[in-house]
């Protein structure tokens, strides 16, 4: 079974930054695209990053474009998200996940991770 376990969410001001963590286990982490979702309250959850297995190809929501950055180190089975410029809006739960097929594609929809973290909270103060 396929776990992935979230890290390094926090409080912080505006304009802060963080870096969140995502180790998989198993042993195919390197043959699937990773993505990172997000969920505020009251709200659906909604796409943030994704990466293709590689890392050679990356996909970004409207609103994290240029201020958040998806990366990977296969090495380590570790998918992260440098999050810069923090805003209140930015405040959420935040999972990663794995697409549910083997490709080299990047994935935007829900439906397409059939493997989801707990979450990890990024709380921004203004």
């Known amino acids: 079974q396929v776990q992935l376990s979230e890290s390094g969410g926090g409080l912080v001001q505006t304009g802060d930054s963080l870096r969140l963590s995502c180790r998989v286990s198993g042993r195919t982490f390197d043959w699937y695209t990773m993505g990172w979702f997000r969920q505020a309250p009251g709200k659906e959850r909604e796409f943030v990053a994704s990466?293709?297995?590689?890392?050679?190809?990356?996909s970004y929501a409207d609103a994290v474009k240029g201020r958040f950055t998806i990366s990977r180190v296969n090495a380590e089975k570790t998918v992260y998200l440098q999050l810069n410029s923090l805003q209140p809006a930015d405040t959420a739960l935040y999972y990663c996940a794995r697409a549910y097929a083997v490709s080299s594609r990047v994935y935007l929809q829900r439906h397409e991770y059939d493997f989801w973290g707990q979450g990890t909270q990024v709380t921004v103060s203004s």
């Open positions: 990466i293709n297995r590689d890392g050679g190809s990356v």
